[in-house]
T-cell receptor
Framework: AQTVTQSQPEMSVQEAETVTLSCTYD???????LFWYKQPPSRQMILVIR??????QNATENRFSVNFQKAAKSFSLKISDSQLGDTAMYFC????????????FGQGTELSVKP | NAGVTQTPKFQVLKTGQSMTLQCAQD?????MYWYRQDPGMGLRLIYY???????DKGEVPNGYNVSRLNKREFSLRLESAAPSQTSVYFC?????????????FGQGTRLTVV
């Protein structure tokens, strides 16, 4: 069975600084997707970034980038130039290509950006 | 585009009552999911459906049943609600679309069982 672990329940960062959120996962599969989702207080789930496991190049989306280490089963999210609007809960997620796209999440990291 | 629509948004039940949470998506996705979100636990998968006519258990299926009525709709039923089922419930859908693959979520249902 796949598992996703986020070991940092809470983090804080000063505005304009850089922060890294950690995620590890466990799977025996070779092809899958990894995601980071953001959940602000509105409860809406917003996709931040995705990574296809067969791609070695780390995904980037503006201020957001990942460090994908397939052998270590690690998928961390780096937020550069943090903004107050980045304050939210962040979830790491794993989607298997087998089992009909089963999608499981980590426990979440609550990020606070301080002015 | 409506995306994923969940009803109701809020519900209070008494212990032992039953209810069905409804979910519909208009994106022609094959996969659909039900999650519950509790503080410190993240989103835990209750059931999912890879396609119309199929359902599979997730991490926490006990006390729940699901129906994939057609490709658009995936309902979650609590037959005899318990206080431990107080939570926020999310429905989601997804489709494998290469570099556009992602899951889309409903706005959630806050359920309180008293």
């Amino acid at each position: 069975a796949q598992t996703v672990t986020q070991s940092q329940p809470e983090m804080s960062v000063q505005e304009a600084e850089t922060v890294t959120l950690s995620c590890t996962y466990d799977t025996s599969e070779n092809n899958y997707y990894l995601f980071w989702y953001k959940q602000p207080p509105s409860r809406q789930m917003i996709l931040v970034i995705r990574q296809e496991a067969y791609k070695q190049q780390n995904a980037t989306e503006n201020r957001f980038s990942v460090n994908f280490q397939k052998a270590a089963k690690s998928f961390s999210l780096k937020i550069s130039d943090s903004q107050l609007g980045d304050t939210a809960m962040y979830f790491c997620a794993f989607m298997t290509l087998n089992q009909g796209g089963k999608l499981i999440f980590g426990q979440g990291t609550e990020l606070s950006v301080k002015p | 585009n409506a995306g994923v629509t969940q009803t109701p948004k809020f519900q209070v039940l008494k212990t032992g009552q039953s209810m069905t949470l409804q979910c519909a998506q208009d994106m022609n996705h094959n996969s659909m999911y039900w999650y519950r979100q509790d503080p410190g636990m993240g989103l835990r998968l209750i059931y999912y459906s890879a396609s119309e006519g199929t359902t599979d258990k997730g991490e926490v299926p006990n006390g729940y049943n699901v129906s994939r009525l057609n490709k658009r709709e995936f309902s979650l039923r609590l037959e005899s609600a318990a206080p431990s089922q107080t939570s926020v419930y999310f429905c989601a859908s997804s489709e494998f679309q290469g570099r556009r693959t992602e899951a889309f979520f409903g706005q959630g249902t806050r359920l309180t069982v008293v």
